[in-house]
C-alpha cells in the first residue's frame, strides 16, 4: 500500500488499517494531513501558538498511543483525531484556569467567576487589595503581566504583545511570579 506524499489532499481510509497496526509512516501520513487542522483549532481556543503546538504536539502523542482503543467501524479516523483534540484542548484550558485559581486560593481571594457581582463584601474588597498590593510589589514588569493575566485573562501570546517582551520572557516572569505569589500569600494567610 502506497502511502501519500505531503503534496496529496484528504486522508485514505486505506491507511487506517497500517495506522492502527503500528505503521509508523501511517502515523507520518496522519501528522502532516491533520496537524495544521489540529493547531488551528487549538490556536482559536487558546489563542496562544506555543500552547497550540504543544496541543498538536499532544494530541499525536495520544492518538498514537491509543490507537488500539480506535474503532473505524465507529468513526473515521479524522474524527476520531478532532475528538482527541478537543480534549486536549480543553484539558489545556482547564490546567491554566487552574493554576490561576491555586494561586488565588492560597490567598484566599476568590476569582472574577466565584465573585458575587452585586455583592462586593468588604471580605473580598480586602483580599482583592491583598492580591493587588502583592501584585505591585512583584515590580515591573512581572507585576503589569500578571495583572494582565488574572484581570484581563490574556494569553501569553496576548500579553508578549501587548507589552512588546519575548513570548519566553513572558512564560518565564509568570512561572516565577506564580511561584512567588503562592510563597508570599502563603506567608500571609497562615499569619492571618
Do not use: C
Amino acid at each position: 500500500m502506497a502511502l501519500p506524499d505531503q503534496a496529496s489532499s484528504g486522508w485514505d481510509d486505506g491507511l487506517t488499517s497500517s495506522f492502527m497496526a503500528g505503521d509508523e509512516r501511517a502515523l507520518a501520513a496522519a501528522y502532516r494531513e491533520f496537524a495544521p487542522l489540529v493547531h488551528t483549532l487549538a490556536l482559536r481556543s487558546l489563542r496562544d501558538r506555543s500552547a497550540a503546538d504543544d496541543v498538536t504536539q499532544e494530541v499525536f502523542i495520544r492518538v498514537w498511543r491509543s490507537r488500539s482503543t480506535f474503532n473505524p467501524q465507529v468513526a473515521r479516523l479524522p474524527a476520531w483525531i478532532v475528538g482527541i483534540t478537543r480534549n486536549v484542548i480543553s484539558d489545556a484550558q482547564s490546567a491554566s484556569s487552574r493554576e490561576i485559581r491555586k494561586v488565588l486560593a492560597v490567598a484566599g481571594v476568590r476569582g472574577p467567576d466565584e465573585a458575587d457581582p452585586g455583592l462586593e463584601t468588604a471580605e473580598v474588597l480586602a483580599d482583592r487589595l491583598l492580591l493587588d498590593g502583592e501584585l505591585d510589589r512583584l515590580g515591573e514588569p512581572q507585576g503589569s503581566i500578571m495583572k494582565l493575566a488574572f484581570f484581563e485573562d490574556l494569553t501569553h501570546e496576548q500579553i508578549s504583545r501587548k507589552l512588546e517582551l519575548p513570548l519566553g520572557t513572558v512564560k518565564s516572569h509568570i512561572r516565577r511570579s506564580l511561584s512567588h505569589l503562592r510563597n508570599r500569600l502563603e506567608v500571609d494567610h497562615a499569619a492571618s
